[in-house]
């Protein structure tokens, strides 16, 4: 059993409160099985350069980190330490320090049986392990200062996700939002969040802000939202929307996904033994059907770039490649493919390594009396296939004898 808990640092929780303007939001996750804590801070508004042997961020010296520890207690009251991570040192998991390019400090470790806490963690295994959903548990973290030498930013920890089915709902800040088992719905709103989805089948939205979305095991429902995010895990048979924004998404799993880029100029990454359907929506999208090029037998895939002007790459199995509208970059990459184009889909296209031995153009909509042989023409860098309207396909370094009427389908 698993259990996570969100962390909001502030001054207004401190005993008695102060005025203090730094901030933090962090989050605990317990592990009933090894009997252990992972947490992860992103903390703002203090300064750990000095006591880390780095430089300090301001002149003052007041807004200097002396120490950070857990406490005992429950909100409103003082409470003992039961496990620090500066004065006294522990384990080097328990302290990993990282300034951020925004002036922000990400503060994360584990705590565990083996660490010289002043109380052991299994003393609190009970309440960590078993707390409800929404319930808040007599411990806290708290982050003391040379200014706030009692405490400067503390959180009490509230239980937000457990190995049921939940529904995690982050802040407008950088939320790391795990849904653990079960099947959850994910919401990350605003803010540049971490979200994993973990076991089960999850809808997961990342909202506004730059995401890193990990959909876990599961057949997960993504949705990327507003902002250049990275979709990645995709353990089941998912399905992908990108939003809008500058997506990565890219997996590599024995199932297959769906997965369309939306707006945005979007990279687009499958995996090589499943059937995936790609999608890039509107942008310039770079989509690669496999993960690894040289292995032996990918599965086929189906690619399409939709508006924009994409770069398509497919596998070395049966792929369907349609460019769509704008001026498209293919490549079959062995195989038997199809390369669908449509009359309601103009642009300039091209074709980089077509075999007339076994692909195949497929013609939609140009009407049954178009010929395309009739409408091949050489090319200096390849058979050119006149598409009217200003719309053609250049077949790189092959010449428009070596073409037959195997190698195109005409549907009205």
């Given at each position: ?289 496999v993960a690894n090029q040289q292995l032996a037998d990918h599965a086929p895939d189906r690619l399409f770039g939709d508006d924009g002007n994409d770069t398509i790459i497919g596998g070395n199995a049966d792929d369907t490649i349609e460019g769509g509208a704008g001026d498209d970059n293919l490549a079959g990459f062995g195989g038997a493919d ?55 396909v250049v077949f790189l370094g092959l010449l428009a004898t070596e073409f037959g009427a195997s190698n195109f389908l005409v549907t009205a």
């Amino acid at each position: 059993m698993s259990t996570a808990f969100r962390v909001v640092l502030e001054g207004t929780q401190e005993v008695p409160p102060n005025d203090s303007t730094a901030s933090g939001l962090g989050t605990v996750v317990f592990d009933s099985t090894e009997i252990a804590a992972s947490y992860t801070f992103r903390i703002e508004g203090v300064d750990y350069g000095p006591i880390t042997g780095g430089s300090a961020q301001t002149p003052s010296t007041l807004d200097d980190v002396i120490s950070t520890h857990f406490h005992n207690q429950v909100r409103g009251m003082n409470g003992p330490v039961v496990f620090g991570q500066i004065n006294p040192a522990q384990d080097e998991d328990d302290l990993n320090i990282a300034l951020n390019a925004d002036g922000s400090w990400m503060v994360s470790g584990r705590w565990e049986t083996t660490d010289p806490a002043s109380v052991p963690i299994t003393d609190f295994a009970d309440e960590l392990g078993s707390a409800p959903v929404g319930s808040e548990i007599p411990i806290y973290f708290n982050v003391h200062t040379e200014q706030f030498q009692g405490g400067e930013i503390r959180g009490q920890l509230i239980a937000i996700a457990d190995d049921n089915d939940n529904v995690v709902v982050g802040t407008p800040g950088d939320d790391f939002l795990p849904g653990l088992g079960g099947n959850d719905i994910i919401r990350g709103l605003a803010g540049n969040d971490r979200l994993e989805g973990g076991d089960g089948d999850d809808i997961i939205d990342g909202g506004e802000g730059d995401d890193d979305i990990n959909t876990g095991a599961g057949n997960d429902l993504v949705f990327g939202g507003q902002g250049n995010d990275t979709v990645g895990g995709m353990a089941g048979s998912d399905t992908v929307f990108g939003g809008a924004g500058d997506d990565f998404i890219a997996w590599n799993d024995p199932t297959g996904d769906v997965v369309f880029g939306d707006a945005g100029n979007d990279t687009l990454r499958g995996g090589d033994v499943a059937a995936d359907t790609i999608f890039g929506g509107e942008g310039d999208d770079l989509i690669r059907a496999v993960a690894n090029q040289q292995l032996a037998d990918h599965a086929p895939d189906r690619l399409f770039g939709d508006d924009g002007n994409d770069t398509i790459i497919g596998g070395n199995a049966d792929d369907t490649i349609e460019g769509g509208a704008g001026d498209d970059n293919l490549a079959g990459f062995g195989g038997a493919d199809q390369f669908v184009f449509r009359e309601s889909e103009p642009g300039n296209d091209l074709i980089v390594d077509f075999d007339v031995t076994q692909d195949v153009v497929v013609l939609e909509g140009f009407g049954a009396d178009f010929d395309p042989l009739d409408n091949l023409s050489a090319a200096p860098s390849g058979a050119t296939l006149d598409l009217g309207e200003g719309s053609q396909v250049v077949f790189l370094g092959l010449l428009a004898t070596e073409f037959g009427a195997s190698n195109f389908l005409v549907t009205a």
